[in-house]
């Protein structure tokens, strides 16, 4: 089976910097997806890592260690339209079937 | 025409109501996909079509049939829901349905069942 695990809710203040953590189990594993979800809006795609590392890219940066089963997306000099919900998503070995994780709701206070 | 459009936005229905959920992509993708997005849980993943053929039913009630008459547009159509159905319900696309590319996302529809 497939199990995602990420924090629920994290505050971090304007300016700052934030790590969001995401730990999965999958059977096999084909590659790892972040996407951003303001409230009332669609999910889009921040970035999608299947090597071992660090992607950067602007403002935001997701790291993959596969023998851990651990990614993080780090989001530097934090902004307040940067509040939003991050879901961690992995897509298995074989057929696609990207599974989400619940989502982590960031809040950016002043 | 943006990406990925989903209608009715918003939609609230009685159980015994038939009602259908629109999505249409402008993006030339050859994949369609239905999830539901509950409060405080994954998104779920209902249904995937690859160039109009379903290849991917994740053991969903019989109360949600989708059609794919084409490969731009998907249809949920709704019938004798539970109240637990409520929920925002995303359509999404992708180049091809074997999960290589990022999903494009549409703005969701929120259903209501009372």
């Known amino acids: 089976g497939q199990n995602i695990d990420q924090p629920t809710e994290m505050t971090a203040t304007e300016g700052a910097i934030v790590q969001i953590n995401c730990t999965y189990q999958?059977?096999?594993?084909?590659?790892l997806f972040w996407y951003q979800q303001h409230a009332g809006e669609a999910p889009t795609f921040l970035s999608y890592?299947?090597?071992?590392g660090l992607e950067e890219k602007g403002r935001f940066s997701s790291f993959l260690s596969r023998s851990k089963g651990y990614s993080y997306l780090l989001l530097k000099e934090l902004q307040m339209k940067d509040s939003a919900s991050y879901l961690c998503a992995v897509r298995p070995a074989g057929y696609q079937k990207v599974t989400f994780g619940t989502g982590t709701k960031l809040q950016v206070i002043p | 025409e943006t990406g990925v459009t989903q209608t009715p936005r918003h939609l609230v229905m009685g159980m015994t109501n038939k009602k259908s959920l629109k999505c249409e992509q402008h993006?030339?993708?050859?994949?369609m996909y239905w999830y539901k997005q509950s409060a405080k849980k994954p998104l779920e993943l209902m249904f995937v079509y690859s160039l109009e053929e379903r290849v991917e039913n994740n053991s969903v009630p019989s109360r949600f049939s989708p059609e794919c008459p084409n490969s731009s547009h998907l249809f949920l159509h709704l019938h004798t829901l539970q109240p637990e159905d409520s929920a925002l319900y995303l359509c999404?696309?992708?180049?091809?349905?074997?999960?290589?590319?990022?999903?494009?996302f549409g703005e969701g529809s929120r259903l209501t069942v009372l």
């Open positions: 999404a696309s992708s180049q091809d349905s074997k999960g290589t590319g990022e999903l494009f």
């Open positions: 993006l030339g993708h050859n994949a």
């Open positions: 999958t059977s096999g594993f084909n590659g």
């Open positions: 890592n299947v090597l071992d």
